[in-house]
């Protein structure tokens, strides 16, 4: 992004040269404490010269650059201490100063941040099926329809393993949508950016259009109850876009309801997990490819009730509830600093259980000081060389 921005500039000051942004002064916000992007290197990541050169190794390599001649920093910077820990212990559901009620709104309508995709899911999962309760309704859940070789997949087992995949491994697309009026949900894709309608836009589900002969089809999910109902052939979802750009009411459509149409995407899948243990050991010894390209067709959205802290990255929330015990494996500073900083004050953010001093005392990744360093170093230069008269 940064090396394409850096075309568009030269391009438009009609300036061919090395000269960063067509010796346009630009100002960049942001730190590197934050989550690394999702399948990509962040911009302070050494390329080695083994890799095989593809354009966008070129785009990162010349972000890097441009990175590299920045001669102005100002640094925002701070540690914390036992007074911080003391104070965001106040927010810990079970303070008896504390008064705020998971049982009641706000805080039964704030999102459940957390670290792992299956967390979410399932916390997502039961929050809609107790507001179906509460709302007297069938529990409905919207199925992914999912191809192998322009077929529709029959094989039980596989289209029951399938389904069950976290959507972060079927290109945001879920094999089960539970759904129920009234419910907060994320788009999963960019349906049309010029309105503000992008990957991560938060909406409110209105209602379900299918075809009436997909419904009563079973399927056997030990995480429904047997009188859910399952639709298998859904033509759009309406849901209610607040911030959304539309200048005029669709057809028929109250104000910020938008049709969202199925989506289609290809990804792949191991069976090697499926195989039998024989088979599976004599397919790895002759390096046989056990991965499959599976075509899904399904609603790009998801339930908004929980969410995973990588994905909450870049929001301003209203309120929310987050955890603080980190999960078995490594542990980032932005694990911690993620969500913390969701919320403007502290009065939005309420922690789940008690948590340790040392989530607070988490340590940048090597990558990360060196590159903090090289800042401060820059910093440190800056007043002398911006002089700043009072």
Not at 202 to 212: C, D, N, S, T
Not at 256 to 279: G, Q, R, W
């Amino acid at each position: 992004l940064l090396a394409r921005l850096n075309r568009i500039v030269k391009t438009a000051k009609h300036i061919n040269s090395d000269i960063p942004f067509g010796g346009v002064n630009v100002i960049f916000f942001g730190d590197y404490l934050q989550y690394s992007p999702v399948l990509d290197r962040p911009l302070y990541h050494s390329c080695t010269s083994s890799e095989q050169i593809t354009e966008r190794q070129i785009d990162m390599q010349c972000a890097q650059k441009l990175i590299s001649q920045m001669n102005c920093v100002v640094e925002l910077s701070g540690q914390s201490t036992i007074e911080d820990y003391q104070l965001l212990c106040t927010r810990i559901v079970g303070n008896p100063k504390l008064q705020a009620s998971l049982r009641q709104k706000p805080w039964n309508e704030a999102p459940i941040l957390v670290f792992r995709n299956t967390l979410r899911t399932q916390i997502n999962n039961r929050a809609v099926l107790n507001k179906a309760m509460e709302m007297g309704l069938r529990p409905m859940v919207c199925v992914a329809q999912d191809y192998f070789q322009g077929k529709i997949i029959d094989d039980l087992r596989l289209r029951k393993t399938i389904l069950e995949l976290p959507d972060n491994k079927t290109e945001h697309l879920p094999g089960y949508l539970p759904l129920v009026p009234g419910m907060p949900v994320l788009l999963t894709e960019n349906v049309a950016t010029e309105l503000g309608l992008s990957y991560g836009t938060r909406g409110i589900f209105h209602q379900l259009v299918y075809e009436e002969s997909s419904a009563d089809i079973q399927f056997q999910d030990k995480n429904f109850p047997t009188n859910t109902k399952f639709i298998t052939q859904p033509k759009y979802a309406l849901v209610e876009f607040a911030n959304c750009k539309l200048d005029s009411e669709l057809a028929e459509l109250q104000a910020k309801i938008i049709p969202i149409p199925i989506s289609e995407k290809t990804f792949l899948f191991d069976v090697k997990e499926l195989l039998a243990e024989n088979v599976a050991k004599a397919a790895k010894i002759n390096k046989k490819n056990t991965k499959i390209s599976i075509k899904r067709k399904a609603l790009p959205l998801i339930p908004a009730y929980s969410m995973t802290t990588h994905k909450s990255q870049g929001q301003t929330l209203g309120k929310i509830i987050i955890d603080l015990v980190m999960p078995p494996g490594p542990v980032k500073v932005a694990s911690v600093y993620v969500p913390l900083s969701r919320v403007n004050r502290l009065d939005d953010l309420l922690i789940i259980r008690p948590f340790e001093f040392a989530a607070l005392q988490v340590k940048p990744s090597t990558a990360q000081r060196e590159e903090l360093k090289r800042l401060d170093r820059i910093a440190k230069t800056t007043p002398k060389r911006f002089p700043i008269s009072m």
